[in-house]
Nanobody, 116 residues
């Protein structure tokens, strides 16, 4: 059974940091590109960061460049999103996505709230 389980969300003050994790199981993790998306209320889902199956150069949305870092540990079947200098506009549900040649899997998300 395929599972993507996100963790690490929470409430943080502006300027703070959080590290999200996404633990994968039930598929060949190392063969999938991994993505972090986010969705805020009333807004479209936004691709935040991508890392290839081999862990090559990641790509980021312009809104998070220089603040967020995506990484993966293929030995632990886990992808991470380090988020620094958080802003109120980063408030959203953050979702993990695994994208293969044929299959596409989603986690249920973890809430990140940036507020003073």
């Amino acid at each position: 059974q395929v599972q993507l389980v996100e963790s690490g969300g929470g409430l943080v003050q502006p300027g703070g940091s959080l590290r999200l994790s996404c633990a994968a199981s039930g598929f060949t993790f190392r063969s999938y590109a991994m993505n972090w998306y986010r969705q805020a209320p009333g807004k479209e889902r936004e691709l935040v960061a991508t890392i290839s199956s081999a862990g090559g150069t990641p790509t980021y949305a312009d809104s998070v460049k220089g603040r967020f870092t995506i990484s993966r540990d293929n030995a632990k079947n886990t992808v991470y999103l380090q988020m620094n200098n958080l802003k109120p506009e980063d408030t959203a549900v953050y979702l993990c996505n695994a994208r293969g040649i044929i299959s596409n899997y989603w986690g249920r998300g973890t809430q990140v709230t940036v507020s003073s």
